[in-house]
């Protein structure tokens, strides 16, 4: 059982180069989410998804985008990286809700932009 | 913005008992408090949640006060693993109470000390 699974885990890009952060989960999750995490801060949401065809702004969802076509992956993407989204991206799914049980996270996605 | 408030740091011996506070007294009836802990750089874990009454699991005990204004975590015997970024948290719903995401606060750096 793979859970929540992240792809790259490290990650260095240059201003103004895009790419996208991947997430897969195998549990059947209808609720999928990422957030980012600065150094000495707590998680911030960035976008989040209550299933395939589904999504939705969270607090920080500047500079990203998202999509939801399975209910399986939920990747996402900077079009036109900057540095001050130099920090580690983590994506975490929940059966329904979070409110309602479980959030599952990965093991999280470090991003270096110069 | 988190709708809880947690001391930043607490120290706990080896083998003691650590009691995590945290005030949430904007929390409304039907909202669930939530606690997650985070080792080092790993993605949060689930603790533990409760609405009003006392829980206990495996790993922590939650006691709720009654006016649900504040409520503790408690690790009944912490080891040095135990030693994580701690989280309370209380869902902020987006449709008027059913359905909510979960926005971490700074939480409280627990250590355990041999």
């Known amino acids: 059982n793979a859970g929540v699974t992240q792809t790259p885990k490290f990650q260095v890009l240059k201003t103004g180069q895009s790419m996208t952060l991947q997430c897969a989960q195998d549990?059947?999750?209808?609720?999928m989410s990422w957030y980012r995490q600065d150094p000495g801060m707590g998680l911030r949401l960035i976008h989040y998804?209550?299933?395939?065809?589904?999504?939705d702004q969270g607090e920080v969802p500047n500079g990203y985008n998202v999509s939801r076509s399975t209910t399986e992956d939920f990747p996402l993407r900077l079009l036109s990286a900057a540095p001050s989204q130099t920090s580690v991206y983590f994506c975490?799914?929940?059966?329904?809700?979070?409110?309602?049980?479980?959030?599952?996270f990965g093991e999280g996605s470090r991003l270096t932009v110069l | 913005d988190a709708k809880t408030t947690q001391p930043p740091s607490m120290d706990c011996a080896e083998g003691r008992a650590a009691n995590l506070p945290c005030n949430h007294s904007?929390?409304?009836?039907?909202?669930?408090v939530y606690w997650y802990r985070q080792i080092h750089s790993q993605g949060p874990q689930y603790i533990i949640h409760?609405?009003?009454n006392n829980e206990t699991n495996e790993m922590a005990s939650l006691i709720i006060t009654e006016d649900r204004k504040s409520s503790t975590l408690i690790l009944p015997h912490a080891t040095l693993r135990d030693t994580a970024v701690y989280y309370c948290?209380?869902?902020?719903?987006?449709?008027?109470?059913?359905?909510?995401?979960?926005?971490f606060g700074k939480g409280t750096k627990l250590s355990v000390k041999p």
């Open positions: 975490a799914s929940s059966y329904i809700y979070p409110n309602t049980g479980e959030l599952f």
């Open positions: 549990m059947n999750h209808e609720y």
């Open positions: 998804s209550v299933g395939a065809g589904i999504t």
């Open positions: 904007t929390i409304s009836g039907n909202e669930y």
């Open positions: 409760g609405l009003k």
């Open positions: 948290i209380a869902p902020v719903p987006w449709d008027g109470g059913s359905q909510g995401n979960l926005i």
